[in-house]
């Protein structure tokens, strides 16, 4: 069987799906549009002129012709799952499907956040959506993201934090940021918190916020932390921090990397409690003013997910049922 996966995958993470599919002995590829891009200064003052006397951007006509000339080389598949179909023209999308006897898409955001056109939709063979508004409302077929990192028991760690967390700026995140570095402080828990964005950002968001110790850490930075580093910050802290974007109704990876590595989670997502794996003991849903916030949360060891709901959330178990190899 031959599948390919085209994505963006700025993160790294359609890289495990690749993968995965690999090491079940399917001959899969992965067409990653990402790192096309201008090679040189002249292709990058061209495309900013043509954006803005022609509104056309030659890198996404770039990147759209990548993928049609790796098909080309690749030739037919017998499935296509194509991420981010937003960012694809319909005729692109039309000339994908050529290609392969089953068009597949997974939206791991909203349509309200990232709208895609009725047209496009159509095209697909089968559409999943990680968003439980968008699945009632057009019959996309529910479907989660899903754990890549391997499993590591809480006991093999030795976390000195209380609470981590790492989020690209957000003026919804970052408001309710500050409540909740109040609350931490009160209970005298460690928690280092790292906001990612722009350079004009940064010191604004330095006024926004309230002096913390220096034992404490809240980290304002314009570098983006490396997506293989990120377990290291995982694992030197008990609980994860996880706050929605506006708009969305599902769960983030931060999840599925928590329970990968055993931590409990902190989070302003009230859905997760319609899950198979929701805990209390693991996992705390904040209300609107973090009073339910408390110290016993941290103290309490956390409770293992049965082996059977654990696997189902695995990586293993995503491609089966994504690719219908089950």
């Not at 000195?160 to 828990?189: P, Q």
Request: hydrophobic fraction near 40%.
């Amino acid at each position: 069987m031959k599948i390919c996966v085209i994505s963006y995958d700025f993160w790294g993470y359609d890289k495990h799906i690749v993968d995965t599919l690999c090491k079940k002995g399917i001959d899969a590829h992965h067409i990653k549009i990402g790192n096309v891009t201008h090679s040189n200064f002249q292709e990058r003052a061209t495309n900013a002129i043509s954006k803005v006397f022609l509104n056309k951007n030659l890198k996404t006509e770039k990147r759209q012709q990548f993928v049609i000339d790796s098909l080309a080389a690749l030739g037919p598949q017998d499935q296509i799952l194509v991420l981010n179909p937003d960012t694809f023209d319909i005729s692109t999308l039309q000339e994908i499907k050529a290609y392969s006897k089953r068009l597949i898409t997974y939206l791991y955001d909203s349509l309200e956040r990232l709208p895609v056109e009725i047209e496009k939709l159509k095209l697909f063979d089968k559409i999943f959506s990680f968003d439980i508004i968008d699945v009632k409302k057009h019959a996309f077929e529910k479907l989660t993201n899903y754990i890549y990192l391997d499993h590591h028991s809480s006991e093999e760690q030795n976390p000195e934090m209380d609470l981590f967390y790492i989020t690209s700026y957000d003026n919804k995140r970052v408001s309710f940021i500050k409540l909740l570095t109040k609350k931490l402080i009160a209970l005298n828990l460690k928690f280092q918190i790292m906001i990612i964005g722009k350079k004009s950002w940064k010191n604004q968001l330095k006024n926004l916020f309230i002096t913390v110790p220096e034992s404490l850490s809240i980290i304002f930075s314009i570098k983006k932390i490396s997506h293989q580093d990120l377990p290291g910050y995982y694992k030197n802290s008990k609980a994860l921090l996880d706050l929605t974007r506006e708009n969305q109704h599902g769960l983030s990876f931060r999840v599925f990397e928590a329970m990968a590595l055993e931590k409990k989670i902190i989070t302003d997502n009230i859905a997760i409690k319609d899950y198979d794996f929701y805990n209390p003991n693991n996992i705390l849903v904040l209300d609107e003013t973090c009073s339910n916030l408390n110290t016993q949360f941290f103290e309490q060891p956390y409770e293992k997910i049965p082996d059977n709901i654990y696997y189902f959330y695995t990586i293993d178990s995503w491609v089966d049922r994504v690719f219908k190899l089950a």
